[in-house]
């Protein structure tokens, strides 16, 4: 097979150059074949620059408006902070772009159908970074529960642990919800694929920085979650697992159990006169680097073949839904039944 011409590949724009955007530029610059990255817009002086001269060949920008205008232009990626996902979606696809767009798509719900409005008019793919869906373990482990593998789910677990609180002051109120613990609650859905979530309780604080719990930061949750199956589910998450980068999860059916993720960075174990220890993953482009990749490699196929993402943004809708309605929980002190939100 011979490789794609830079005519054949699709053409992609970057908007965002910051962590998680320089990723992605990496990866339609060196590891997707079926793609280019054409420009990087970043309003920021000198961010787009930087990253373009780092992968030699696209075109910097601080206006996000050129970008979305330019007719080279077939896709863009939108890797910009959460509050600006809406309004970014909805401007790419009415500029007839194909859209990828970083979790969460939106923070209400009518943002979120704004965004699933645009696209469905504008007839362009709208895909979500729902990570977990393209990891290989993930994967295998929904592929065997919809096959009945492990029966009807009855018990199920997933969590995310982040391993620094860096930067408190930076973090937005409710962020653990609707922007960590949305996560959670898409892996819980897709892993439990012939149920819907009917009721949600959660509780939250601030543990790791109780100095910010003023402030609106709670850093620590757990959240239970009822299906119309009768599953019952829990999502936990913390700011500050001072052993790495912490994501699990677990399923236990009617005929057998799966369980998720692995945070060692090897199977390694060193024995010694300290006991055992393992390395651990400290970082989630460490952990997921795979499925960002495969994440947009399938966002590249999408577009070409006309194929519908299997991480829309009706799913990002699903999980906000969800996440909403633990901030309801958390803020009336009580369950809360999904359709109270939806």
């Given at each position: 097979m011979t490789a794609a011409t830079a005519e054949d590949r699709l053409a992609v724009g970057l908007i965002g150059a910051g962590r998680m955007g320089a990723f992605h530029a990496e990866s339609?610059?060196?590891?997707?074949?079926?793609?280019r990255l054409a420009a990087i817009a970043d309003p920021a002086p000198g961010a787009a620059g930087r990253l373009a001269d780092r992968l030699g060949g696209p075109k910097p920008l601080t206006d996000i408006g050129a970008l979305l205008a330019a007719p080279e232009v077939e896709a863009v990626v939108i890797a910009t902070p959460a509050r600006t996902h809406t309004d970014l979606v909805v401007a790419a696809a009415e500029a007839g772009k194909a859209v990828y767009c970083e979790k969460p798509m939106a923070r209400t719900l009518a943002e979120a159908d704004r965004a699933i409005d645009a696209a469905r008019r504008a007839g362009v793919p709208l895909?979500?970074?729902?990570?977990?869906?393209?990891?290989?373990?993930?994967?295998?482990?929904?592929?065997?529960?919809?096959s009945g593998g492990i029966g009807t789910p009855q018990l199920m677990r997933s969590l995310t642990r982040d391993p620094k609180l860096a930067d408190p002051a930076r973090v937005p109120p409710w962020t653990i919800f609707r922007e960590t613990l949305i996560?959670?609650?898409?892996?819980?859905?897709?892993?439990?694929?012939?149920?819907?979530?009917?009721?949600?309780?959660?509780?939250?604080?601030?543990?790791?920085?109780?100095?910010?719990?003023?402030?609106?930061?709670?850093?620590?949750?757990?959240?239970?979650?009822?299906?119309?199956?009768?599953?019952m589910a829990t999502a936990e998450a913390n700011f500050q697992?001072?052993?790495?980068?912490?994501?699990?999860?677990?399923?236990?059916g009617s005929a057998g159990m799966i369980t998720l993720g692995e945070i060692r960075r090897t199977h390694m174990?060193?024995?010694?006169?300290?006991?055992?220890?393992?390395?651990?993953?400290?970082?989630?482009?460490?952990?997921?680097?795979?499925?960002?990749?495969?994440?947009?490699?399938d966002f590249t196929d999408c577009v070409r073949t006309g194929r519908t993402p299997a991480t829309t943004g009706?799913?990002?809708?699903?999980?906000?839904?969800?996440?909403l309605a633990a901030i309801r929980s958390v803020t009336a002190g009580r369950a809360v039944r999904i359709d109270e939100v939806a």
């Open positions: 339609l610059a060196r590891r997707i074949p079926g793609a895909q979500i970074g729902f990570n977990r869906r393209y990891d290989r373990g993930f994967r295998a482990g929904h592929d065997l529960i919809a996560h959670d609650f898409d892996a819980l859905r897709w892993l439990n694929p012939k149920a819907a979530p009917v009721e949600v309780f959660a509780m939250a604080d601030a543990l790791v920085r109780p100095d910010f719990k003023e402030e609106g930061l709670l850093d620590t949750a757990v959240v239970t979650i009822r299906f119309d199956n009768g599953a697992a001072v052993y790495g980068y912490d994501v699990r999860a677990e399923v236990f174990t060193a024995y010694g006169p300290e006991g055992a220890a393992a390395a651990c993953v400290t970082y989630d482009q460490d952990l997921f680097h795979d499925a960002y990749v495969a994440e947009l490699a009706t799913d990002a809708r699903a999980a906000l839904t969800m996440a």
